[in-house]
């Protein structure tokens, strides 16, 4: 078998294709959630810390000599990286949590079973019909 067949038949598997589409969504969930908190969440909370941009926010290690830049510590922009994964991870959580009950509810659900056949039916009644005579 050669590889090309091999990866064409791994790559069309069910698993795979599902996996490729949650990356898919879940990048673009983080780019959303990343200008939700960059453009919505940090102004407000900037404003209200003495009106701050959280991305300007650093502490210069050595300043600039020349044309060699600024070494800076850019500890406002791994605030806001960590607002993003809170509020990534607190949504996954509730995703995770919602399936989980749905599937708990799932298997509470008494199971029905399906109604016979229309002929198994009318052999049954041709049956008991027969025992009565």
């Known amino acids: 078998m050669s590889m090309m067949k091999e990866f064409k ?17 879940g990048a673009a969930f983080g780019k959303i959630v990343s200008s939700f908190v960059a453009d919505v969440i940090m102004p407000p909370l900037g404003m209200l810390l003495g009106k701050v941009s959280f991305t300007d926010l650093a502490i210069t290690l050595k300043g600039a000599s020349g044309e060699v830049a600024a070494v800076t510590l850019n500890y406002g922009k791994f605030v806001q990286t960590v607002v993003d994964f809170v509020i990534i991870a607190f949504a996954i959580f509730m995703v995770i949590k919602t399936m989980n009950s749905l599937k708990k509810k799932q298997e509470e ?9 229309r002929e198994e039916v009318l052999l049954t009644e041709i049956r008991d019909l027969l025992k009565q005579k």
Do not use: K, L, Q, W
Request: aromatic content about 4%.
């Open 9 to 25: 038949e791994f790559a069309m598997r069910g698993n795979v294709m599902d996996m490729a589409v949650g990356i898919i969504i």
């Open 109 to 117: 659900a008494p199971v029905v079973p399906p109604a016979p056949p």
